[in-house]
């Protein structure tokens, strides 16, 4: 029920408020052409604007009211006014409500002075500004303020819904006119200061739709985040989808309105009874479409944003993916075909109209071609997806799921796969299907976890892959699908050297935690937007001379905000920890170190020994710089590549790099996708 009262204030004052704007800026028009006075339809639309604002105010207070009594919990507080004072009074939200009610309270006053004024038209601009500025108020409480306090996030919105609001609040005034004209269609004088109204309010009105295409293409990209999969299978997308929709249909009757009726009213100086009744039956359409599509924007406004949607079950046998087709030439042959038949549909389309073609080539033949140019381009890039393909992993892309996953893989799959899943295994030869090779084709990058985890759970080739379902629980196939994971980014690593690449932060590294035996603990993350990270891999007694020049170097290290974190590869016998204590300033992992070890041991391939057969060769020693960011930036292992960071001066040089660097992507997700 709360949910309800909220939508349903939420829709009025919002619907009021865009025809606030709307009308006042229709008016401000016609007031300048002296025909707000004589058109009996613009002034029961002037004489509404107070009305409208109150609607505003009492849409606002009971929108106080229901967002009270759901933030609180207490559905009893959606009638007590003591409650709504205390919220206001606590919280940003409140705050925020309390400047738009001061700022629908100055409209309510600007559209009563308005009413009673004559040639007021300076009155209904600022009626119209201060309407513009609750809306943009509004703004900071949206679903993109809530993601990023920043005006960069929040004025594409608030410029989509004034510019929203100018066309439709400005329709019922086009009507007005042209009802009007309809009835004093003897008056020359009259129907052409009516057209002039209409083409100057139609050419405010083309731009204002450029602006609400614009930022409403720039809103909902960020309000999915990337999900487009939850266009389909989530609440969210399918109100966008509806929402488009109900633009499209609305831009189409737009667009014939600015390019072909008003022209045309403008080259015969009047409106005919036939013409004005097909216009004004078209303009009903357009804002009975308008008013539904405020209605479906008020349910998105209130449904969790697609990026934020979990898609537990894909309802579709099929998904489309460029990542996964692309590097085949007769799926790029057939989506070029499929996209110059979808223009050459377009070009029939507007030849057949503007040349009176018969009905076979305006009609048939383009339809048929855009069949054949929609499946052309889009069959080639589906491929086949389960009810698990958009699944998000529940478990953390971490050193600790990396090792466990490493630990089944080793058990169950070696085999078949091979000890490194290149799907060389010792059985790989004798299957009716090959093992794919996950370590250096792009397969974990072509297919969603979702897909993998499908693949884990029930087999694959009837049977010639195993069901692991009952074998593993959820959370180890879901480990085991981390380890293939950073296993290929492993691989994909060995171009990383000791020299960072500027402004390329691509390699995600795996989070860890870890204790020191200092007793400080903590993770990687925890160092994110504070600090780089050199974490050196070390081993006991063999990497002594490179941890005593770390020993030198560590006060000039740290002076650059750069943390050091000293992880053993083999195990320290208590006697040797307490030995290393004394002699290094650095904090040496003592819990954590495994897991630690073999997440990065997958990092060791480089271009000049990608180590692909047998189990592999951990290195004595490596190190990793990590930028604050989160971001694997460079690499170290003596045994490939002398001097190196050997030469202190080209590890501080790319410190210092790395210091100068912005924030250049955001910091990676917790989760493989």
């Not at 604007?49 to 009492?58: F, G, I, K, Q, R």
């Not at 022209?263 to 004004?280: C, D, K, N, Q, V």
């Not at 890039?381 to 699944?391: C, D, G, K």
């Not at 035996?517 to 063999?542: A, I, N, Y």
Request: glycine content about 8%; proline content about 6%.
């Amino acid at each position: 029920m709360i949910e309800a009262a909220e939508a349903l204030f939420r829709f009025l004052q919002l619907a009021s408020n865009m025809t606030v704007i709307g009308g006042c800026v229709f008016l401000a028009i016609a007031e300048g052409k002296s025909l707000s006075s004589d058109n009996p339809y613009l002034t029961r639309l002037k004489r509404a604007l107070p009305w409208l604002a109150a609607t505003v105010l009492l849409g606002l207070l009971g929108l106080l009211a229901a967002t009270t009594a759901q933030a609180t919990g207490v559905s009893e507080n959606l009638w007590h006014p003591g409650a709504w004072l205390d919220f206001l009074q606590k919280t940003r939200i409140g705050f925020i409500w309390t400047l738009r009610e001061t700022s629908a309270l100055v409209v309510f006053g600007l559209a009563w002075f308005a009413r009673t004024s004559l040639g007021a038209s300076w009155r209904y601009v600022a009626c119209a500004i201060a309407a513009s500025l609750t809306l943009a108020i509004g703004s900071f409480a949206s679903h993109p303020a809530a993601e990023e306090q920043s005006i960069v996030a929040i004025l594409p919105y608030a410029l989509h819904l004034i510019g929203a609001s100018v066309w439709f609040g400005g329709l019922p005034g086009v009507l007005a006119v042209l009802l009007y004209s309809a009835q004093t269609h003897q008056n020359e004088s009259m129907e052409r200061s009516g057209v002039t109204l209409l083409k100057q309010f139609s050419s405010v009105a083309l731009p204002v739709m450029v602006v609400i295409v614009a930022t409403g293409l720039v809103v909902a990209d960020r309000m999915v985040g990337g999900n487009y999969a939850a266009l389909f299978a989530t609440a969210y997308g399918w109100l966008l989808n509806t929402k488009l929709t109900l633009l499209v249909v609305i831009l189409s009757i737009a667009a014939r309105a600015h390019f072909v009726w008003v022209p045309s009213l403008e080259r015969t100086g009047h409106l005919a009874p036939p013409a004005s009744h097909h216009i004004r039956n078209k303009l009903t359409i357009e804002f009975s479409l308008a008013v539904l599509l405020v209605i479906v924007a008020t349910l998105l406004a209130n449904a969790v944003p697609a990026k934020h949607e979990t898609i537990d079950h894909w309802p579709y046998p099929f998904r489309f993916s460029i990542d996964a087709t692309w590097d085949d030439w007769l799926v790029q042959t057939l989506v070029g075909i499929g996209v110059a038949l979808l223009i050459l549909t377009g070009t029939m389309v507007v030849l057949g109209r503007t040349r009176q073609w018969g009905v076979l080539r305006r009609i048939v033949i383009p339809v048929l071609l855009g069949i054949l140019g929609i499946a052309s381009t889009f069959y080639p890039i589906a491929v086949q997806s389960y009810p698990e393909t958009y699944r998000k992993t529940p478990v953390p892309f971490d050193a600790i799921s990396i090792a466990n996953g490493a630990g089944l893989f080793a058990a169950n799959c070696v085999p078949c796969h091979g000890p490194q899943a290149k799907g060389n295994g010792v059985l790989a030869k004798t299957l009716p299907k090959q093992p794919v090779d996950l370590l250096t084709e792009p397969h974990t990058a072509m297919h969603t976890a979702g897909d993998f985890f499908h693949w884990l759970t029930y087999g694959r080739f009837n049977g010639v892959m195993p069901a692991f379902g009952e074998k593993f629980s959820e959370e180890e196939r879901w480990d085991v699908l981390n380890f293939l994971h950073a296993n290929a980014r492993g691989y994909q690593a060995r171009i990383i050297n000791s020299r960072i690449l500027p402004g390329q932060p691509f390699m995600v590294s795996p989070n860890f935690s870890y204790s020191t035996q200092d007793g400080s603990s903590g993770t990687l993350k925890d160092f994110r937007r504070k600090q780089s990270v050199l974490l050196v891999l070390f081993s006991w007694p063999e990497s002594k001379e490179r941890l005593t020049q770390l020993r030198t170097a560590y006060s000039t290290i740290s002076s650059t905000h750069t943390a050091i974190l000293a992880v053993p590869v083999n195990d320290l016998n208590p006697d040797d920890t307490e030995a290393l204590s004394a002699y290094l300033p650095l904090p040496i992992v003592t819990q954590g170190a495994n897991e630690i070890t073999r997440s990065y041991a997958l990092f060791r391939r480089t271009i000049t020994k990608p180590d692909l057969f047998g189990e592999g060769a951990l290195p004595k020693h490596m190190e990793f710089l990590f930028d604050r960011y989160g971001f694997l930036r460079a690499r170290w292992i003596p045994e490939g590549e002398n001097p190196g960071w050997a030469d202190l001066d080209l590890l501080l040089q790319q410190i210092q790099q790395l210091n100068r660097e912005g924030e250049l992507l955001p910091p990676p997700g917790d989760h493989v996708h």
